[in-house]
């Protein structure tokens, strides 16, 4: 595979380019190629970008990806912010992975802006941990909301005034479809962008679902505290606003609790096996 890693970043940089993205999940996209190029071998993708001349260009892009919002409408016709770009939490997790494999590389061997940025990158990789945590507990909650009986038959009850008719806002509903619809015509925005994913996340398969990123992350920033203490420091405590700081240290902590519990569940899945 790290044969192939330069060339593949090329193309990516040289599409940013020569051809700008102008669609949110284009760009989602060829950044989602980036990180798991990175993931794959961070040293290979960065000489990449040094010799295009393009990794401070790259990287501002997609920490701006990363922290975009925008107001979107729920199906209940509820405004919401959301993020604009890796908005399933698969994309999250292939962007926070390839971007903690650059906390794995050695010191000597990143760019000098890279190296100089390394507190806004951790920054970027919290934010995503964090988002995803985010998902996590909304879907908890609206499973939890379709597993209650209660909430379930009250969602069922509409209250209709006499004088309306329980279909009086089909009419609005099927506008919006169709300013949706134009939309897509015109090409300023994408089927999914506009109606959301279909695709259910527990269904996808990734090579990298085994991977547990917070574990991952963490095991990143204790390889560059022991390579490089002093460099961990200076981007830690000048580069990092504090939000960001305790965030960090709250997902090495929670690390610890997640591998005790995997360490857990491996050791009763092997006894269970055993006396099976």
Known sequence: VDQYISGIVSLVVRRFVQYPPKRDVTRTDLFKVVAASMYCNCAIALLAFEAHHSTSDMFQAWFTSIVAWEEQTSPSGVKQMSRTHFKKSHDKKLCALGLASILKVPSDALPQNVKGGLGHIIS???????????????KQMQLLQQSNPATEGAAKIVDVKDDEDEES?????LDEVFAKLSQIEDGSKTYSELFGEEE???????????????????????????????LMEHATKNTMDETHRNMM????????????????????????HTSG
């Open 200 to 230: 259910e996340e527990e269904e996808y398969s990734s090579p990298i679902d085994p991977v547990d990123e917070v574990i991952f992350f963490a095991d990143c920033v204790t390889s560059l505290q022991t390579s490089n203490g002093e």
């Open 169 to 173: 806002g089909t009419g609005k509903g």
């Open 249 to 272: 240290i709250s997902f090495v902590n929670n690390a610890h609790q997640r591998m005790a519990q995997r360490q857990a569940s491996a050791s009763q899945a092997l006894a269970s």
């Open 124 to 138: 970027a990789i919290v934010t995503l941990l964090y988002d995803m945590g985010q998902v996590h507990q909304m």
